[in-house]
Structures are given as C-alpha cells and as structure tokens.
C-alpha cells in the first residue's frame, strides 16, 4: 500500500516546524497581552527581581567590606571612587547599601511568610469553628489595640537586637491583621452550599477545612502577604532608624540612615540614598501586591 505524502519523513518535518513557528507567536502575543494586562505586576516584579539580583550579587557588583572604617576617608562626597560616598567612620555608603538590601530583604519576605502561614492558622479556626471565634478574634483585638511600631518596640526591648529577633517581633504585631482577614473570608466561605454539601455527607471539620475553605483563602493571602512584606521593611527601617532594631555593626538601611542623620543638612546624601532604595522597594513590592489582587480577584479578572 503506498503511504500517503503527507506521512513522508520531510512532510512530518515541515509540519513541526510549521507548529514551532506558530506556537512562538502565540507565546509572545499571550505575554504581550499578559504585560498590558497587568502592568503593575510586570513593572513591581521586574524592581523586586532586579533588587533581589543586587542583595544576592552584592559582592560581584564593585564593593568593598561594609563595615571597614577608614577615618582618612570620613564623609567623602559621591565621586568614582566611592560611588555613594562615605560616612563619618569612612565607610564605604554605595557597599553598605547593597549588603543593607540582604536585611531588608530577608525581614520582609520572613516576616511576610510566618505572618501568612500563623495568621492563616488561627483565621481558619476563628472563621470556622464558632466555640473558638469570641476568644481567639478578641485576643487578636487586643493585639491590634496597639500599634504595631510600639508593639515591636516593645518586644525588641525585651530581647537583644538581632535580625531573628526583629523578624519576631514585627511577625508578632503582623499576624492579627492576617488571621482577621482570613476569618472574614472563612465566615463567607463556611455558609456555600458545597461545604453544607460536605458536612451532611458527614466529612469532618479538619477536611473540610483542607479541602473546602484552605484553597479559597489562598488567593487574598498572597495579596495581603505582599503588603506585610512592604510593612515589614518600613517597620525594620524605622526600628534600626531609632536604635531598637539590627545591631548598628549589621549594615541595614534603617542603620545608615540613622548614623547620618547627625550631618543631614552637610552630608544629605547619607540618609537620601538609602532611603531612596527603600522606597524603590516598597514601591515595587506594592506595585507587585497590587497587580497580583488585580489577577487573582475575579470580579476584577477578565479573558485575555
């Protein structure tokens, strides 16, 4: 029987790359629309991504030890060979900045994690178990009554200053606004008809809990992990800013700000430049959070 010449070894071939040729285009257009589409997410994710890449590539980017003092260099202004300056130990500002984007970094996504997954934890109890909502939701109040920056404040003066210790605290003032929003999500949730559905076939609450609410509440706590992220990094700045936070030998850059603020009106550039960063990241992280509840939020949502 004679084959077909659309079944020849050079058809096949020619059909490969007809659709390698097509399926690139449809790529490249689905990215586009996705990049119209939601233009805070590209925008956010590629500063955070390119911050990111900084932190972990700091030693490869032209620095020199962050906490090597040199008092023949003391408050030297931006020029080639010290690209931010120096401050008053002579210290290289361009080399603390960069290793400063590692705490801030570390802080605002750890604090962002423990805060989701403990607040997840007790929104999930509060929301659905009634027994368990008075008191646990009123514990919380209590916690949110006082405002998270003296809330931290406090805590860090109970404790030696460290980055874990600071990550604790501000994760301690963070998991009430994340357990209450994961409760008012769960109070919705808990009256569908699937989860009445599955609680007359009589599976129990744990399951019900796994399977039914735990997957409907993903979706607002990646959004909201994003703006505690952001929080944390303003709250740790503002903890070493005033000597309750990292150690002032761990270059942060709460801790450059703070050392500069003494020659703020000579030395301006020690404290703008750090904080110029800060605020690029913050900008990007809620830039990020932003596109995000744009994407995940249905209503919001629409066919590209």
């Given at each position: 029987m004679t084959a077909h010449s659309s079944d020849t070894p050079a058809a096949t071939a020619q059909a490969d790359d007809a659709s390698g040729v097509a399926a690139e285009p449809k790529t490249r257009v689905g990215l586009v629309r996705l990049v119209r589409r939601y233009p805070t997410i590209?925008?956010?994710?590629?500063?955070?991504?390119?911050?990111?890449l900084m932190a972990i590539f700091a030693p490869f980017l032209g620095?020199?030890?962050?906490?090597?003092?040199s008092t023949r260099m003391r408050t030297r202004e931006p020029s080639a060979q010290f690209w931010f300056g120096t401050d008053m130990l002579g210290r290289d500002i361009y080399s603390r900045v960069l290793y400063g984007a590692r705490v801030s970094l570390i802080v605002g996504f750890s604090v962002a994690?423990?805060?989701?997954?403990?607040?997840?934890?007790?929104?999930?109890?509060?929301g659905y178990i009634r027994a368990a909502d008075a008191i646990i939701m009123r514990v919380m109040d209590g916690i949110m009554s006082i405002p998270s920056i003296l809330l931290a404040v406090a805590l860090m003066a109970l404790t030696r200053g460290s980055v874990g210790n600071v990550i604790l605290a501000i994760t301690i003032a963070e998991i009430p606004r994340v357990s209450r929003l994961v409760r008012g999500v769960v109070l919705s949730l808990r009256e569908q008809p699937y989860v009445d559905a599955a609680v007359a076939a009589g599976t129990r609450t744990p399951m019900i809990i796994v399977k039914h609410i735990l997957p409907n509440t993903l979706a607002p706590i990646i959004v909201q992990a994003t703006y505690i992220c952001a929080s944390a990094m303003l709250t740790e700045a503002i903890?070493?800013?005033i000597g309750a936070g990292t150690p002032p030998i761990i270059p942060s850059w709460g801790n450059i700000m703070a050392e500069g603020r003494a020659l703020w009106q000579v030395k301006f550039y020690i404290v703008l430049i750090p904080a110029i960063f800060l605020s690029v990241t913050v900008l990007a992280v809620n830039l990020l959070g932003d596109g995000l509840r744009d994407a995940l939020d249905p209503r919001l949502a629409k066919q590209f």
């Amino acid at each position: 029987m004679t084959a077909h010449s659309s079944d020849t070894p050079a058809a096949t071939a020619q059909a490969d790359d007809a659709s390698g040729v097509a399926a690139e285009p449809k790529t490249r257009v689905g990215l586009v629309r996705l990049v119209r589409r939601y233009p805070t997410i590209t925008i956010g994710g590629t500063l955070v991504i390119a911050i990111i890449l900084m932190a972990i590539f700091a030693p490869f980017l032209g620095t020199s030890d962050p906490t090597a003092i040199s008092t023949r260099m003391r408050t030297r202004e931006p020029s080639a060979q010290f690209w931010f300056g120096t401050d008053m130990l002579g210290r290289d500002i361009y080399s603390r900045v960069l290793y400063g984007a590692r705490v801030s970094l570390i802080v605002g996504f750890s604090v962002a994690i423990l805060a989701s997954v403990f607040g997840l934890a007790i929104g999930l109890i509060a929301g659905y178990i009634r027994a368990a909502d008075a008191i646990i939701m009123r514990v919380m109040d209590g916690i949110m009554s006082i405002p998270s920056i003296l809330l931290a404040v406090a805590l860090m003066a109970l404790t030696r200053g460290s980055v874990g210790n600071v990550i604790l605290a501000i994760t301690i003032a963070e998991i009430p606004r994340v357990s209450r929003l994961v409760r008012g999500v769960v109070l919705s949730l808990r009256e569908q008809p699937y989860v009445d559905a599955a609680v007359a076939a009589g599976t129990r609450t744990p399951m019900i809990i796994v399977k039914h609410i735990l997957p409907n509440t993903l979706a607002p706590i990646i959004v909201q992990a994003t703006y505690i992220c952001a929080s944390a990094m303003l709250t740790e700045a503002i903890l070493s800013f005033i000597g309750a936070g990292t150690p002032p030998i761990i270059p942060s850059w709460g801790n450059i700000m703070a050392e500069g603020r003494a020659l703020w009106q000579v030395k301006f550039y020690i404290v703008l430049i750090p904080a110029i960063f800060l605020s690029v990241t913050v900008l990007a992280v809620n830039l990020l959070g932003d596109g995000l509840r744009d994407a995940l939020d249905p209503r919001l949502a629409k066919q590209f």
